[in-house]
């Protein structure tokens, strides 16, 4: 791959990498509810700063979820534009893979990691992975849960394998929720967000063997159907993650 652009807008983070000549132009910002401002901007920065036009792409990555609704929808477009406009594939990638990944940057000697992100309503999406020497593996799909059924499976999926565990996004689940099970250390990480240039490092060596994909299929991963999401609209100052 010769120019890959990656962009995640999954969470009130807008994050965009363009790798190109062996160099990695990066723009990241944290402003919620911003995305459809910022989104477009650092795109033409990051390319400008590598000498590029959108014609020059090879590949789309982008955070397909799950996340905020509005942001996953965001990223799912611009980058179905592009790529239909200039006929390159796309991939997308696990928002809460790309959590792991960027946990594991800052503590790469842990087990496993767990993923949660905010989703409202009293609910967590997560999962659980695993620690490989290419990149973290799932051990099971996203899932959309309340904290107290997550505390539950995480049991049952991660007591088997003693170690360091990372907890990324701990606040969401509480101490009194939080598994202790036997040869487990278990270390709360709070302030992890997506990265795109942790994105592009996972989705990079899958584009090269061949992983991408018609630009028909950059959709976006919700796990909550539209309806429920509705019910959402009301942007009271407390919601601790916009949409």
Known sequence: MQAVLALDTSTDVCSVALEHGGRVHFRHQLEARAHNRLLLPMIEEVLAEAGLLPSDLDALVFGRGPGS???????????????WAHDVPVLGVSSLEVLAAEALQRVPAATGVITLIDARMGECYWNVFAVTSA?????????????????VQLEARCAAQAGMWLLVGA?????????AWQGCELIAMDAVMPNARTLLTLATPR????????????????????SRWRQLDDPSPDRRVSE
Do not use: C, K, N
């Open 69 to 83: 609704f509005t942001g996953l929808r965001i990223a799912a477009a611009v980058t179905q534009a592009l790529a």
């Open 135 to 151: 990149a973290p593996e799932a051990l099971g799909e996203d899932g959309l849960d309340a904290p107290t059924a997550i505390s």
């Open 171 to 179: 606040e969401l689940l509480p101490e009194s929720l939080r598994p």
């Open 207 to 226: 584009l090269r063997v061949g992983e991408g994909r018609p630009a028909s299929e950059a959709v976006p991963v919700y796990l909550r159907d539209a």
